[in-house]
């Protein structure tokens, strides 16, 4: 089994920054591309970011220059850095992990739970 434990997320003012952690836990052989989505109440989900295990990070169009994804392979963990927050940030942050398990061949996508972002204006 594979776990996806996501944190950080919350209310915050417009202008603001916030930082979300995602964490995997169990028989993790190795992972791929890693990131986070996001889900507005209506809305298609989103790339936020996401990042290859050889460092390549990619943005969403509404998020370029005001976030910055990383990746801690040692820790299976994927962090998001998010600045000068705005109303339209508000969504909820799921994070999505391409995992090879110890006792598979081959990379599965895995998600998290979500966390709640709410900017306030």
């Known amino acids: 089994q594979v776990q996806l434990d996501e944190s950080g997320g919350g209310l915050v003012q417009a202008g603001g920054s916030l930082r979300l952690s995602c964490a995997a836990s169990?028989?993790?052989?190795?992972?791929?591309?890693i990131g986070w989505y996001r889900q507005a109440p209506g809305k298609q989900r989103e790339l936020v970011a996401d990042?290859?295990?050889?460092?390549?990070?990619r943005y969403g169009d509404s998020v370029k220059g005001r976030a910055t994804v990383s990746r801690d392979n040692a820790k299976n963990t994927v962090y998001l850095q998010m600045t000068s927050l705005k109303p339209e940030d508000t969504a909820n942050y799921h994070c999505?992990?391409?995992?090879?398990?110890?006792?598979?061949?081959?990379?599965?996508?895995?998600w998290g739970q979500g966390t709640q972002v709410t900017v306030s204006s």
């Open positions: 169990g028989t993790i052989f190795s992972s791929n591309a």
């Open positions: 999505k992990m391409s995992i090879r398990r110890a006792t598979q061949y081959g990379y599965y996508d895995y």
């Open positions: 990042i290859t295990s050889n460092g390549s990070a």
